[in-house]
């Protein structure tokens, strides 16, 4: 006899769960957590997360994986996932995900330093300009990027490329991925599974 999984419920220490044949979650990261099963100095995002989650499938490779890191001192919209092909899609350059940046600069931001991120800064490791796909001044100091690359600390090395600097403390917080924006109601630190419509989204 043949039954669809999706949307049964079971029971894990008394703690009520609906079944899922993969696990796709959204989770508010909060500054001072490092993106890493062996955290070296701040305690990792897994620890946000319930047991039932982290230790899904079983074996070495158990629990779900973070899409991409952000630094410790990052915050915002993170996903994690145990579908070896979400995650390669979603992290792979190739596939152009824009990834949208709440950034909060040391010094007066000006149109010229826009300007250089719309037009590409170089950075010390790769002698092909790095673009923002879109960018513009939201206050003062501040502004909004939209990138669709992953590289090492890619936002602060753009910021420093055009003579300015991502502040230490609440520099930095990704506030959408594709279409899907970090809702206003997941606070720093919770986490929740993501929709069919999030997905799409996602996509977007």
């Not at 008394?14 to 979650?25: I, M, N, Q, R, S």
């Not at 991925?177 to 599974?193: E, K, T, V």
Request: glycine share 8%; proline share 5%; aromatic share 6%.
């Amino acid at each position: 006899m043949e039954f669809v999984a999706d949307g049964l419920r079971f029971t894990v220490q008394d703690v009520d769960w609906a079944y899922h044949a993969k696990a796709y979650l959204m989770l508010h990261k909060p500054a001072g957590y490092e993106c890493s099963q062996k955290p070296s100095t701040y305690p990792s995002i897994y620890t946000l997360l319930p047991a039932p989650i982290r230790q899904r499938g079983g074996g070495a490779a158990a629990g779900v994986q973070a899409v991409g890191r952000l630094d410790q001192d990052t915050t915002g919209l993170l996903l994690l996932s145990d579908d070896g092909k979400f995650i390669h899609r979603m992290s792979s350059p190739k596939h152009h995900v824009p990834k949208v940046y709440e950034v909060r600069a040391k010094h007066l931001v000006d149109d010229k330093q826009v300007a250089k991120l719309l037009a590409g800064v170089v950075l010390d490791d790769d002698p092909k300009p790095v673009r923002a796909a879109a960018c513009e001044k939201t206050g003062e100091q501040t502004l909004r990027l939209t990138l669709t690359e992953g590289k090492y600390h890619q936002v602060k090395r753009m910021i420093a490329a055009v003579g300015n600097r991502v502040e230490e403390v609440g520099g930095l917080h990704r506030a959408r991925i594709g279409s899907l924006d970090l809702p206003a109601d997941l606070l720093p630190g919770q986490w929740r599974w993501l929709t069919a419509q999030d997905l799409a989204a996602i996509s977007a």
